[in-house]
């Protein structure tokens, strides 16, 4: 399958319409679905006749010479912690197993306004909590490059269907490094724009401080013209910024020149695998040999990044959880007293990573702790955002790796919970200072598993990350390579 911004072209020129590409959609996904279950919803009825919806406008405009929506009859998926209007939206967890919400997250609303038509929603931890895709109570989605490995998380459903092909695009959130990682461990590309570009209406929250709606694409020149359709101020989030939109064409650049690229030395740890120190070097020496000054810097506090993310996000899904009680939303179990109700509801729906994250942020912020946790984990984050501050007063923008090794097997970390967190060392950081993220392939390890390399921004800089994304992608080929999840069963 071709990117969006071919088949948006292929649309617009008639050499296909939306019905011929939404059936091609419907049957990769009907093919390869059994080996990558990367989707928990599939709607292949509503979006055939959203495609013929959008054939016969498409073809009204021609007759009268009038424009048309941007994404008019392009498939997509959608992350299933995102609110769709009609739609089941589960957030991966028995206890919203058929939630049907009344409305869209701004996000998905602003994408159907544009014309896009959704598909599917895709496989997700537990209310995005964790890394791999593991946690989801509907079953592991597999990494369509090795199907014995995670795909990542939380975003593993999107970042598996765009990389298996399914979807041209798919949306994801970051939390804590839920875009990028599985966009680096399945080698997609992933955005995860400022904290406020996108707004955060109808995403089921987990860490409100943290939480963004980013994009899962083939290429950069994808996540930019879907970052500009969702991006913007809405009233409906308070926390969404009145910020201009970058257009999404990406200025033409020929080269790195004018660009500086720093290289925190803290990125480059002793547990790092070599094969991706390798790659992530070899991207860095290119984009010097194409004119960018790299140098190393230094993030000084990025030691601290997971266990104070693992102090402040846990300590808002405490909150943001406490009102699955089984008396609004999704099933109840029986019992004899409300509180009961409560007790039995949320102990036999929910999830293991889901309680054992409710009872770490519950204990953060109890009365003695709040300060010596919460409070103090705060402190330390606004030390994080500042490292950030003051490597942008000299440098444009930020490489390094997306995750310290490439897709571990099914099951690896499920027993050491330590270690799957560790698996956020490198993302973590981008949520907790704010800025934007975007990740890209730049190779593969000796088994031929994709190895990402991220770039951050200043807040507000998506334009000019994606910029600089673009132009390695337009150097390089490694974006355009393509698994076959099928391949051990032929």
Avoid at 173 to 201: E, H, I, M, N, W
Wanted: glycine share 8%.
């Amino acid at each position: 399958m071709h990117s969006a911004t071919q088949l948006l072209k292929s649309l617009t020129s008639g050499e296909i319409s939306s019905r011929e590409l939404t059936e091609d959609v419907i049957a990769r996904i009907e093919r390869l679905e059994p080996a990558v279950r990367a989707f928990l919803t599939l709607t292949p009825e509503e979006a055939l006749q959203a495609a013929d919806e959008a054939d016969r406008r498409r073809a009204e405009a021609r007759r009268n010479g009038e424009s048309v929506p941007p994404l008019l009859g392009l498939p997509i998926a959608v992350k299933d912690v995102l609110s769709t209007r009609g739609i089941r939206t589960t957030c991966g967890s028995r206890i919203l197993e058929n939630y049907v919400p009344p409305y869209d997250a701004t996000a998905v609303h602003r994408l159907k306004e544009a014309g896009a038509i959704i598909v599917g929603k895709t496989n997700t931890d537990e209310f995005a909590m964790g890394s791999s895709t593991e946690n989801s109570a509907y079953g592991v989605t597999h990494n369509p490059w090795d199907v014995e490995r995670v795909p990542g998380g939380s975003s593993g459903g999107s970042a598996a269907a765009v990389a298996a092909r399914m979807v041209p695009v798919a949306l994801g959130t970051d939390t804590g490094g839920s875009v990028r990682q599985p966009a680096s461990f399945c080698g997609v590309t992933g955005l995860k724009p400022t904290y406020g570009r996108v707004s955060r209406y109808g995403l089921i929250a987990y860490g409100s401080s943290l939480d963004t709606v980013g994009v899962l694409a083939q290429t950069a020149k994808d996540a930019a013209l879907f970052l500009h359709l969702m991006a913007g101020q809405d009233p409906l989030d308070a926390t969404s910024m009145d910020v201009p939109v970058p257009p999404p064409s990406l200025k033409p650049r020929e080269d790195f020149h004018g660009l500086k690229i720093g290289v925190p030395r803290e990125y480059f740890t002793e547990g790092i695998q070599p094969a991706v120190a390798k790659a992530v070097r070899a991207a860095l020496d290119l984009m010097a040999d194409m004119g960018a000054e790299v140098r190393e810097i230094s993030l000084p506090h990025t030691e601290y990044a997971v266990p104070v993310y693992y102090l402040i996000a846990p300590a808002e899904a405490s909150a943001n959880l406490a009102r699955f009680d089984g008396i609004r939303y999704g099933p109840r179990a029986e019992a004899e007293t409300m509180w009961d109700v409560f007790y039995h509801t949320r102990g036999q729906l929910f999830g293991p990573e889901v309680k054992r994250r409710i009872m770490l942020g519950t204990y953060a912020l109890s009365a003695g702790y709040y300060d010596a946790y919460y409070g103090q984990a705060q402190k330390v984050r606004t030390l994080i955002k500042r490292d950030f501050e003051r490597a942008f007063e000299e440098i444009d923008l930020i490489a390094a790796p997306v995750a310290p090794s490439t897709a571990f097997r099914i099951g690896a970390h499920t027993g050491d919970p330590l270690s799957m967190y560790l698996e956020d060392i490198f993302t973590l950081p981008a949520n907790l200072a704010g800025v934007p993220g975007v990740a890209f392939p730049v190779g593969f390890d000796d088994l031929g598993l994709p190895i990402g390399l991220q770039f951050m921004g200043p807040h507000f800089r998506e334009d000019l990350i994606l910029e600089a994304a673009h132009l390695y992608q337009q150097a390089t080929d490694w974006h355009r390579h393509t698994p076959d999840p099928l391949a051990d069963e032929e």
